[in-house]
């Protein structure tokens, strides 16, 4: 991608301050330039664009009446549901799950689908897959898929497809063909079409090795301890995301990255050996069969308090102990998870787990468990994670919405930073930013693989405030959006918009710490409880669907009730800066007239802190000031005033007889800048 690169700076002729960025090309350089191009480098003037682009799948979307500029899910907005029922057994001796299922896909789009896509993501284990930068422990066979069929009829996984119909592949004819079974995508070519409306069912057997070791990198890279604890992730084959934007979402897994999935039931039935305690997404159905009565009786007083209960402690070992006893001539048991409206289903399973468990209490819900599973030379990484992932739960649910699953689960084991609904690989440590995930993406949909800021990014805004509240501090952003100035100008950096899944070096940049500057500098602009109840809003409307970014930005800009296409377009289109400072300071005809400049090609609102000389006469009031306990004055000049394109703006400040001493730009460091000591004027 090639990133704009104008370059802005001051006319330099004689007499005027020098107000260029370290960044920037000095003066003599230009000098050198070709004529041609010396009044583009040194030009006073930006031209500032003021609309949010419109790529070609939210144009259609919009036309079909799918998505609008509401922000909202239009009238004719649909998705897939896909239903789960899977059966899995833990091949401990092969270090393997050996796995069937069924999905049920409901077409609720108007269109036939020709063709299924699936997502075989285990295949980043093998040998020959393209990878980003993670690295998996162990080489595997990836998944294997033994067994493929489409409403009863086989599918041979040896035949090769036909060839494409030209102008698509309408399908319709002819059997059923897969291709791309050893890479992440795999493409299911029907002979049927699945009607708009219509129900298929496709059935799957397959197995994967779990990999282990201590070469991985990256999450999700390691999914077992030795063949005693297996953490499994991603460890069946799933229906891809077709939706109104882009089709089929057919992005490889290359590992960084993560998911976008459809939503739908999930009822899993897992088959260890007896003695082994099984966690995951959901809520267990059997408990009869799969528990002793000890650890039933202390879990029905899980509610009771916001005490640690244990059901499961250190000296409960094995079938009859940590579990109830198999049925005779058994030496397996199978836990029986349902779990309604998710998006993912993640499970854990161990030779021996502690648990115990606590509650939370969700407002405008009521009590719900928590539950935590761990090694038990590992009990001390789990010694605070109850409390903490009760703030996170209950305060995220007074933030945004309440907490819509049952429970919340959190599970030992290698990978100790990972959601899923409902569980979150992660101990004490992670356990804020893990929990917060529940919110977004298990609950708003967005695609992750695309838009990483859309959960990533807007999870480390959320876990600021919970911090503060959990030390019961004020939050404060301040700061946060200057900051963005140390980076912009980077050439690794890809704008947030660029697909996450190859944004490279910076990904995590990118798609964790830039937004919380984002809406640290929305929040100097309308304030940091706007942006947080428009984003409730957000919320609210698009829980359990799948919204774009065009979604947010338009949704926040009518809640906010301001046109912000220009605060949009610099921030997640661009990785360009403002770079404020103050040019000069002079008194005329009565009043102190502050020359604020602005060298990067992003506008912003013209805030300024202006301090008195000691005096009686008390200052006379400006309709855009507002008087601060302190005696100072914050004065705020709207983003309009740069929308001429001129680089310079001239903030007359008229407070009668009383004399500035003192004028900070940007005080609360809101707006990106390289420099903070240009943004300072004393007499």
């Not at 036939?112 to 162990?138: C, I, K, W």
């Not at 409960?316 to 940590?322: H, I, K, S, T, Y």
């Not at 930005?553 to 289109?573: A, C, K, Q």
Request: include cysteine.
């Amino acid at each position: 991608m090639i990133r704009s690169a104008a370059i802005t700076l001051a006319l330099l002729a004689p007499g005027l301050v020098d107000t260029r960025c370290p960044a920037q090309v000095p003066a003599e350089v230009i000098a050198r330039a070709p004529e041609l191009l010396r009044p583009g480098l040194s030009s006073p003037q930006r031209a500032i664009r003021r609309d949010v682009p419109l790529t070609r799948a939210i144009a259609r979307a919009m036309a079909a009446g799918t998505r609008d500029f509401t922000g909202r899910p239009g009238p004719n907005y649909w998705q897939l549901q896909t239903d789960y029922t899977i059966e899995a057994q833990l091949d401990r001796p092969n270090l393997s799950i050996v796995g069937k299922e069924t999905i049920a896909v409901r077409n609720h789009s108007p269109e036939a689908l020709t063709r299924l896509v699936l997502r075989l993501d285990h295949n980043l284990f093998r040998e020959r897959a393209q990878h980003g930068a993670s690295v998996p422990a162990e080489i595997t066979d990836g998944m294997v898929i033994t067994r493929l069929s489409i409403d009863g009829g086989e599918v041979d996984l040896t035949s090769r497809p036909g060839r494409r119909r030209r102008g698509g592949d309408e399908g319709g004819g002819g059997a059923a063909s897969v291709f791309g079974l050893t890479s992440t995508v795999a493409t299911v070519r029907l002979g049927k079409p699945i009607a708009p409306g219509a129900t298929a069912s496709l059935q799957i057997e397959w197995h994967t090795k779990l990999p282990g070791g201590d070469g991985g990198a990256g999450h999700r890279m390691t999914q077992r301890w030795d063949d005693t604890l297996f953490q499994p992730t991603q460890w069946y084959p799933r229906l891809a995301v077709f939706d109104d934007l882009n089709g089929w979402n057919d992005d490889p897994y290359l590992g960084p990255a993560e998911f976008y999935n459809n939503f739908g039931r999930f009822d899993v039935r897992i088959d260890v050996p007896a003695g082994w305690i099984v966690s995951g997404t959901g809520v267990l159905q059997n408990p009869g069969e799969v528990l002793t009565p000890t650890a039933r009786e202390r879990l029905a007083k899980v509610l009771d308090s916001d005490e640690d209960v244990i059901i499961v402690g250190d000296d409960e070992v094995g079938p009859g102990q940590a579990t109830a006893a198999p049925a005779a001539g058994s030496d397996r048991l199978v836990w029986h998870f349902v779990a309604e409206q998710v998006n993912d289903f993640a499970w854990a399973t161990a030779q021996k787990f502690d648990w115990k468990a606590t509650r939370a209490t969700i407002p405008g819900v009521g009590p719900i468990p928590i539950h935590m599973l761990y090694l038990p030379e590992r009990a001390n990484r789990f010694r605070n994670a109850g409390p903490i992932a009760r703030h996170a739960l209950q305060f995220y649910s007074s933030l945004w919405v309440p907490y819509p699953f049952p429970q919340l689960t959190m599970q030992d084991g290698p990978s100790a930073g990972m959601e899923y609904p409902m569980v979150i690989n992660s101990n004490q440590g992670a356990a804020d930013h893990e929990t917060a995930h529940q919110w977004w993406p298990m609950m708003v949909g967005n695609n992750e693989t695309r838009y990483g800021w859309m959960d990533e990014g807007f999870n480390t805004y959320m876990n600021i405030l919970s911090a503060a509240d959990s030390r019961g501090r004020a939050p404060s952003l301040d700061g946060r959006g200057r900051n963005y100035g140390q980076i912009s100008g980077d050439e690794s950096e890809p704008p947030m918009m660029w697909n996450a899944n190859y944004s490279g070096d910076m990904y995590g940049f990118t798609t964790y710490e830039k937004a919380p500057m984002m809406l640290s500098m929305l929040g100097g602009i309308v304030g940091d409880e706007a942006v947080q109840k428009a984003m409730r809003e957000y919320a609210r409307v698009w829980a359990f669907k799948h919204p774009s970014p065009w979604d947010f930005v338009f949704l926040m800009n009518n809640e906010l009730g301001r046109d912000l296409g220009w605060f949009w377009y610099y921030w997640l289109w661009t990785t360009e800066s403002v770079d404020g400072s103050i040019q000069s300071v002079r008194d005329e005809d009565g009043q102190t007239v502050v020359v604020v400049h602005q060298a990067g090609q992003m506008p912003s609102p013209v805030v300024l802190r202006v301090e008195f000389e000691p005096g009686d006469a008390a200052p006379t009031p400006m309709a855009n000031a507002v008087m601060q306990d302190d005696g100072s004055a914050l004065v705020t000049w709207p983003v309009d005033v740069w929308f001429d394109g001129l680089r310079t703006f001239e903030a007359r400040l008229k407070f009668g007889a009383r004399k500035v001493s003192k004028v900070t730009l940007d005080p609360a460091g809101r707006f990106p800048d390289r420099d903070k000591d240009d943004n300072v004027w004393t007499r």
